[in-house]
């Protein structure tokens, strides 16, 4: 009975080593034909956030500081010499077009003046004794004229009647008559001249005489004052270093003037806009490029461009800095793909695109403008292209990935979510 026992124990330790071999050799076997069945979890595709390359409109902004500078400003001189007699304004004034600023005392002018005016008077007067003269030697010469045709005709209609020295007299008195009338006009016409030379000298010296009163050429405020009641001021004509009587500077329009650098100076166009924020006021303002050189300054290889700024409240001051951002570059219709997206080394841009397989593919792309949230493809992809944004290093060419469209903080240009 006992032996019975261990040999029925033995036989089932027997079967149970069988049943443990063959479950070993089925499962090797199933492992071996579907590899594929291993854990759903471990073997997964990653996820991968994707954008569409897409067409926008992208531009390049230059921010750069600005100095704020008059629209006119000038130094008005004397342009004749003389003594400051009254000086009407003072640093800080508001003048008008026109406006009297100061005045000038020039004793010697004056006496010009009245010189210059007493010659055209006088070749007034000779004008009218040419006219006169002209009008006798007229009149002599039409009597003169008449005895010798008399005397021709006598002659003519008897022959002897009268002397040939008679006749020949008569005809010289006659062309000398007419010579007269001839040298009478040409007398009137010099006393002509003359009066245009004395008129002529005469505006000259009433000119030279309106620069005794120094007036505002234009709307603006005075900012300097130069001299005081009694001054003598040279003349700004004859003399470089001559002092002048006060400067006025236009300041309801200012000029926001900036360097850009030379290697976006071409792309300045005139009417792009300018968004201004000025330092000492923090004001926020919007302007549009007014005018630019067109040429690079050699020593610091930037263009000036200006922006026109309306000053209507003066809280703006000639001096001040702003801060400008300026459109140097714009694109419509580029196409563009999210700046997360773009990888560079050196000259060289790549991206990772997820094809129809979902697999990735490096591609070399060919950028253009730069904004801070996309860049421009000029070359290497196309439109609704899927390329992936952030954590690019985490994938590999021809890796499958399962693609999802990244949701932008911003709808067009924020960051890629987290995945």
Request: proline letters at 4%.
């Given at each position: 009975?006992?032996?019975?026992?261990?040999?029925?124990?033995?036989?089932?330790?027997?079967?149970?080593?069988?049943?443990?071999?063959?479950a070993?050799?089925?499962?090797?076997?199933?492992?071996?034909?579907?590899?594929?069945?291993?854990?759903?979890?471990?073997?997964?595709a990653?996820?991968?956030?994707?954008?569409?390359?897409?067409?926008?409109?992208?531009?390049?902004?230059?921010?750069?500081?600005?100095?704020?500078?008059?629209y006119?400003?000038?130094?008005?001189h004397?342009?004749?010499?003389?003594?400051?007699?009254?000086?009407n304004?003072?640093?800080?004034?508001?003048?008008?077009?026109?406006?009297?600023?100061?005045?000038?005392e020039?004793?010697?002018?004056?006496?010009?003046?009245?010189?210059?005016?007493?010659?055209?008077?006088?070749?007034?007067?000779?004008?009218?004794?040419?006219?006169?003269?002209v009008?006798?030697?007229?009149?002599?010469?039409?009597?003169?004229?008449?005895?010798y045709?008399?005397?021709?005709?006598?002659?003519?209609?008897?022959a002897?009647?009268?002397?040939?020295?008679?006749?020949?007299?008569?005809?010289?008195?006659?062309?000398?008559?007419e010579?007269?009338?001839?040298?009478?006009?040409?007398?009137?016409?010099?006393?002509?001249?003359?009066?245009?030379?004395?008129?002529?000298?005469?505006?000259?010296?009433?000119?030279?005489?309106?620069?005794?009163?120094?007036?505002?050429?234009?709307?603006?405020?005075?900012?300097?004052?130069y001299?005081?009641?009694?001054?003598?001021?040279?003349?700004g004509?004859?003399?470089?270093?001559?002092?002048?009587?006060?400067?006025?500077?236009?300041?309801?329009?200012?000029?926001?003037?900036?360097?850009?650098?030379?290697?976006?100076?071409?792309?300045?166009?005139?009417?792009?806009?300018?968004?201004?924020?000025?330092?000492?006021?923090?004001?926020?303002?919007?302007?549009?490029?007014?005018?630019?050189?067109?040429?690079?300054d050699?020593?610091?290889?930037?263009?000036?461009?200006?922006?026109?700024?309306?000053?209507?409240?003066?809280?703006?001051?000639?001096?001040?800095?702003?801060?400008?951002?300026?459109?140097?570059?714009?694109?419509?219709?580029?196409?563009?793909?999210?700046?997360?997206?773009?990888?560079?080394?050196?000259?060289?841009?790549?991206?990772?695109?997820?094809?129809?397989?979902?697999?990735?593919e490096?591609?070399?792309?060919?950028?253009?403008?730069?904004?801070?949230?996309?860049?421009?493809?000029?070359?290497?992809?196309?439109?609704?292209?899927?390329?992936?944004?952030?954590?690019?290093a985490?994938?590999q060419?021809?890796?499958?990935?399962?693609?999802?469209?990244?949701?932008?903080?911003?709808?067009?240009?924020?960051?890629?979510?987290?995945?």
């Amino acid at each position: 009975m006992h032996i019975r026992k261990k040999y029925a124990l033995s036989l089932l330790l027997c079967v149970a080593v069988l049943v443990c071999v063959t479950a070993f050799l089925v499962a090797g076997r199933v492992h071996a034909d579907h590899p594929g069945d291993v854990s759903a979890a471990s073997q997964a595709a990653p996820r991968a956030a994707v954008a569409m390359v897409e067409r926008t409109t992208i531009s390049n902004t230059l921010s750069i500081a600005g100095e704020f500078l008059p629209y006119q400003e000038v130094e008005l001189h004397a342009k004749v010499a003389g003594y400051i007699r009254k000086i009407n304004v003072d640093i800080g004034d508001r003048v008008r077009t026109g406006q009297l600023l100061a005045i000038l005392e020039i004793p010697e002018l004056s006496a010009q003046v009245h010189q210059a005016d007493a010659e055209v008077r006088h070749s007034e007067e000779e004008i009218l004794r040419a006219d006169d003269e002209v009008n006798r030697a007229k009149a002599d010469y039409a009597a003169v004229h008449a005895a010798y045709v008399r005397l021709k005709q006598a002659a003519e209609q008897r022959a002897g009647l009268i002397a040939e020295q008679e006749l020949d007299d008569a005809m010289g008195k006659d062309g000398s008559a007419e010579a007269q009338v001839e040298a009478a006009k040409s007398s009137l016409s010099a006393a002509k001249l003359q009066l245009n030379v004395s008129k002529a000298n005469a505006e000259h010296y009433s000119a030279l005489s309106d620069y005794s009163r120094i007036t505002a050429p234009f709307d603006g405020v005075v900012t300097w004052r130069y001299a005081d009641t009694g001054a003598l001021i040279q003349a700004g004509t004859s003399n470089e270093t001559s002092m002048p009587v006060v400067k006025l500077a236009q300041i309801n329009i200012l000029r926001l003037r900036m360097p850009v650098p030379e290697s976006l100076a071409a792309s300045v166009r005139e009417g792009e806009p300018a968004d201004i924020r000025v330092q000492a006021t923090n004001e926020h303002l919007s302007g549009t490029v007014t005018r630019f050189t067109n040429s690079l300054d050699r020593s610091t290889r930037s263009m000036q461009v200006e922006v026109d700024v309306p000053n209507k409240g003066f809280e703006l001051s000639p001096g001040m800095y702003a801060d400008v951002s300026l459109r140097v570059q714009n694109q419509n219709n580029a196409l563009t793909v999210p700046i997360q997206a773009v990888s560079k080394s050196g000259e060289k841009s790549v991206v990772l695109l997820v094809n129809s397989d979902d697999l990735v593919e490096q591609r070399e792309i060919r950028t253009g403008i730069e904004d801070p949230n996309r860049v421009q493809v000029l070359s290497g992809l196309n439109e609704g292209d899927r390329v992936i944004v952030g954590n690019l290093a985490a994938f590999q060419p021809g890796q499958k990935v399962a693609p999802k469209v990244s949701t932008m903080v911003n709808a067009k240009y924020g960051e890629p979510e987290r995945q």
